[in-house]
């Protein structure tokens, strides 16, 4: 199974969903802004594990600029709160 992670930044905060490929959200959680990468990437970790993904690498894209795209593997997601989060937006 492939997964599509889209994240956009809101007036309160970031919003994180995960899609199949088929287009139907699978789950939705809102990050506040004061919440730190570590939360969000643990987030990001459990909606894996909770549809166990059995692929090497997602798809993670933003919804404010659908033209930047990139694919992560799991090791990447884990790695993510090491990184500066801007990167992906």
Request: aromatic share 12%; proline share 1%; net charge negative.
């Amino acid at each position: 199974m492939e997964l599509e992670v889209k994240i956009s930044y809101e007036d309160k905060g970031y919003q994180l969903e995960v899609y199949p490929f088929n287009g139907n959200l699978i789950s939705a959680s809102h990050f506040e802004s004061k919440d730190s990468l570590e939360d969000t990437i643990k987030v990001v970790e459990r909606l894996l594990n909770k549809i166990n993904i059995t692929e090497e690498y997602v798809h993670f894209s933003s919804n404010c600029n659908g033209e930047k795209r990139r694919v992560l593997s799991i090791e990447d997601i884990k790695n993510f709160a090491e990184q500066d989060f801007r990167e992906y937006l």
